[in-house]
């Protein structure tokens, strides 16, 4: 009898969501960003937005209201939440961090000579270059991030990847410019590949030389779309 008493509250259980109204929300508007459906500068109108999603307007607070700690949303007194707009000097910030931090974790994986790390980074790259053929970007976006996490994890920079991973949704901002670029689906999987095979032949400096000159590249491209942009 309690056999059966617990078939059938198993059968009545109502089974939780993967995901909250609220995060497939969050997810949407980070996408719309990325890829420019919303463009910088841009005003955000709760009421539209609403509509457009058709979610409540306190689920849309409290997305903008969380876009706006991640960098994606700025509040202006006078318009109210608009499109963040990532200026060329705040770009190359964020470049002159990743080059600095992805170099050492990428000496630092090179100099513990691990077969599992090569292993790891082969996976993402793969992932990377099947997003690019599919012409997949989001799928880019989380592939590539994916890389870096393995490549901090596996160096053992937990600090480092959270420096990093902080400023990863303004990172993909940027990244979802760059990687729409004329030949950076070649250049990038080529790039992180020097990263990779470095690694594996256990050369430390050449991995972070490679890992640093992949962030210039990113950088320089990104430098060029943002003044364009802004008419400079």
Same mark, same amino acid.
Request: with cysteine; hydrophobic share 40%.
């Given at each position: /009898? ?9 059968? #009545? ?15 949407? /508007? ?10 910088? @500068? ?6 539209? $937005?609403? =509509?457009?999603? !058709? ?11 969380? #876009?706006?700690? =991640? !960098?994606?949303?700025?509040? #202006?007194?006078?318009? @109210? ?53 599919? *012409? ?30 902080? #400023? ?5 901002? $940027?990244?979802? /410019?760059?990687? *729409? ?20 032949? @256990?050369?430390?400096? =050449? ?5 640093? &000159? ?16 802004? @008419? &400079?």
């Amino acid at each position: /009898m309690s056999a059966l008493r617990e078939t059938q509250q198993e059968t #009545l259980r109502v089974d939780r969501p993967a995901k909250t109204l609220r995060e497939l929300t969050l997810e949407k /508007m980070r996408e719309a960003i990325f890829a420019q459906h919303f463009k910088p @500068g841009e005003r955000l109108v709760e009421r539209d $937005l609403c =509509e457009r999603l !058709g979610v409540s307007r306190t689920i849309v607070r409290e997305v903008l209201r969380h #876009l706006e700690t =991640e !960098g994606l949303v700025a509040t #202006l007194q006078a318009r @109210g939440p608009i499109v963040a707009r990532t200026t060329a000097a705040e770009a190359l910030q964020i470049y002159e961090i990743r080059g600095v931090l992805e170099g050492i974790a990428a000496r630092a994986c090179a100099e513990r000579r691990d077969p599992e790390t090569v292993a790891a980074l082969e996976v993402c790259l793969t992932a990377i270059k099947d997003a690019y053929g599919a *012409k997949n970007m989001p799928g880019v976006l989380d592939a590539t991030t994916e890389f870096y996490r393995t490549l901090f994890t596996h160096a053992d920079k937990d600090i480092a990847w959270g420096i990093v991973n902080s #400023l990863t949704v303004r990172i993909n901002h $940027l990244r979802s /410019m760059t990687i *729409k670029t004329t030949d950076r689906d070649v250049e990038g999987p080529l790039q992180m590949r020097r990263i990779v095979d470095a690694i594996r032949a @256990g050369k430390g400096e =050449e991995a972070n030389a490679a890992a640093q &000159q992949h962030v210039k590249s990113a950088s320089a491209i990104a430098q060029q779309l943002l003044q364009e942009r802004d @008419g &400079q």
